[in-house]
Structure formats: C-alpha cells, structure tokens
T-cell receptor, first 109, second 115 residues
Framework: EDKVVQSPLSLVVHEGDTVTLNCSYE??????LLWYKQEKKAPTFLFML????IEKKSGRLSSILDKKELFSILNITATQTGDSAVYLC?????????FGKGTRLHILP | KAGVTQTPRYLIKTRGQQVTLSCSPI?????VSWYQQTPGQGLQFLFE???????NKGNFPGRFSGRQFSNSRSEMNVSTLELGDSALYLC??????????????FGPGTRLLVL
C-alpha cells in the first residue's frame, strides 16, 4: 500500500536553532515529492523535487531528495517564530497524490 | 492575479443530506484537484479534473463526485452525508500541463460540519 510517513510528528525548538524534518515514502511509480507549509489556513507550496540528490534552496529553507533510499528532508536554519507551522510532505505517484500526516513545528522565542 | 476561491467557507449539514462545494481556480489554470483534510487522516486526495474530465481519482466512495465546467470552475458533491464527512475540503488549481506533477495553489477551504 502506498504511504508517506513524516517524522517527527511534532517538534519544539528555540529561535535560531536548525531543524531537519523527514519524509519517507513508498509510492508506486514515483513522479515527484513536494513540501508544503500550513499555518492556520490552506497549505502553501515550498519545494518540488523530482531528481535525486539535487538540493532546492530558498532562503533559510532547503530540501533534498534521495530516490534510492526513498526519503526527503526539509532543513530550516536560523529558525524564527514565523516558521511555526505544520509542514506537509506529498508524493505524486501512480495517478494520485499522497500526503504525510505532517510535522508540527513550534518555535519558541 | 486572484487566487483560488472556494464557496461557501463554512457549512453545517445533517446526516443523509447532500452538499455541493464550489471552487474557482486561478485564471489560466485548467486543473482542479480536491482534497479532504481531517485531524485523524490528514490531507487526502479526492480527485483531479482537467478540461472537464476527471483525470485522476483517490480512494473515496462513490458518494463523493465532482465536475468541471468549461471555464475550469469545479464543483464537488457529497451525497448521503455521514458524520465522518466532517472535514476541511480544499481545492487546488494548477496549469494542468504536467498531470499532478506541478505546483498546486490551494484555496482557503470549505469547512463542513455534519451533525
């Protein structure tokens, strides 16, 4: 059965810390992996990864995909309170998209 | 450019009723996907419409259906509502050129409560 598993489920860190969020998957006919940030509203797009080993970077956020080991990480450096949100990983495969349950990140000032 | 809009934003129904939700995509986007989000199951894919045709489908019962109009606006219908259908229903639009492999932009969602 296709599945996307994110870890940890929740994380509390202090402002300025660096965090790494994990996403592992087993999806038939993998096509791409996406990361979203969801605050108290609809998810907003962060990254899409299709090729293994290529790092996508946007400011303090970066992500990399390992298609051989079937996982991706989302890295946030120098965290700020505005980074507090649920981070969702989604994988496109076999004509459908599957989301993980998300990692709830809370940044303490 | 206006974002994805969904109506209504909130809805209360009773078991056995049916409901229709509406989604207007970003101008120029031809693909509309629907998702159900609940605390227990997270975000789950319902179906995707492109050029008025259902192109992809998730694992939901036949009570959940949808359609897309020639202007790319989409509606989702749930018949014979059950308590478990209470959820946030999100719509997302994209250009549709790369069949579910491109960036999707989400609407604010319709929160449905079934009593």
């Amino acid at each position: 059965e296709d599945k996307v598993v994110q870890s940890p489920l929740s994380l509390v860190v202090h402002e300025g810390d660096t965090v790494t969020l994990n996403c592992s998957y087993e999806v038939t006919n993998f096509r791409s992996l996406l990361w979203y940030k969801q605050e108290k509203k609809a998810p907003t797009f962060l990254f899409m990864l299709t090729s293994s080993g290529i790092e996508k970077k946007s400011g303090r956020l970066s992500s990399i995909l390992d298609k051989k080991e079937l996982f991706s990480i989302l890295n946030i450096t120098a965290t700020q309170t505005g980074d507090s949100a649920v981070y969702l990983c989604a994988v496109y495969g076999d004509d459908k998209i599957i989301f993980g349950k998300g990692t709830r990140l809370h940044i303490l000032p | 450019k206006a974002g994805v809009t969904q109506t209504p934003r909130y809805l209360i129904k009773t078991r056995g009723q049916q409901v229709t939700l509406s989604c207007s995509p970003i101008s120029g986007h031809r693909s509309v996907s629907w998702y159900q989000q609940t605390p227990g199951q997270g975000l789950q894919f319902l179906f995707e419409y492109f050029s008025e045709t259902q192109r992809n489908k998730g694992n939901f019962p036949g009570r959940f259906s949808g359609r897309q109009f020639s202007n790319s606006r989409s509606e989702m219908n749930v018949s014979t509502l059950e308590l478990g259908d209470s959820a946030l229903y999100l719509c997302a639009s994209s250009l549709g050129l790369a069949e579910l492999q491109e960036t999707q932009y989400f609407g604010p969602g319709t929160r449905l409560l079934v009593l």
